[in-house]
Every structure is written in C-alpha cells, then in structure tokens.
Nanobody, 122 residues
C-alpha cells in the first residue's frame, strides 16, 4: 500500500492541525493504520493507531485527550486531529500501515508515508 501524508505546518501552542494520510494500492479492511513522530535528535515514537475494520483506536499517553485518529472509508484516508498542541509535539509525523492487528512498534509496519513536519511555537 502507498501512503501520502499531508497537513503539517506551523502553529502556536494551544492551536490545532489535522494531518491526513491517503492510502492507495490495497483495500485497508485488514490493516492497522498508525501515526508515528520523530523529533529532531530523538527516536521515532508511536502516537496513535486505528484498526480499519473496527475503528478501534490506541494512543500514546502523552496525546490522549488531545489527538484523535479516525478514518474515512470512502476516501481511503486516515486523519490525525491534533488539538491543544504543545511545543513538545513538534516533530516530523509519519503515517504507516500494517496488515493485521495494531502495533506500537515501528518496524512491524509494512508501509510508510513520506512524513509531514509539525512545528508548534511557544
């Protein structure tokens, strides 16, 4: 499956952004779709995931209550709505796809988008 991420940008602390990840090449009914991020000088970390078939979601504790992952079946697109953004959310955000159940481990994902930069100013 091919993934195209978009929606990053510069926002002030407390603001919002919505990231999109358009998928093509495969039906996603048996996929787990995830968002990861990598801040400069840090390791990549899991942010959120959604099971395409059921819509069940999974979040890292640091974004719970602020970020929402969702999917649009008709558009084959996954979204990450990010509210109440903090400077520590600044990172390159990547979407990823994994056939099967969800995972928080990056190397278990089969396909990756190109990344989109989110910068949160204080």
């Amino acid at each position: 499956v091919q993934l195209q991420a978009s929606g990053g940008g510069l926002v002030q602390a407390g603001g919002s952004l919505r990231l999109s990840c358009a998928a093509s090449g495969r039906t996603l009914s048996m996929y787990d779709m995830g968002w990861f991020r990598q801040a400069q000088g840090k390791e990549r970390e899991f942010v959120a995931a959604i099971l395409w078939s059921s819509g069940r979601t999974n979040y890292v504790d640091s974004v719970k209550g602020r970020f929402t992952i969702s999917r649009d079946n008709a558009k084959n697109t996954v979204y990450l709505q990010m509210n109440s953004l903090k400077p520590e959310d600044t990172a390159v955000y990547y979407c990823a796809a994994r056939a099967g159940s969800w995972s928080r481990i990056g190397y278990e994902y089969d396909s990756w988008g190109q990344g989109t930069l989110v910068t949160v100013s204080s």
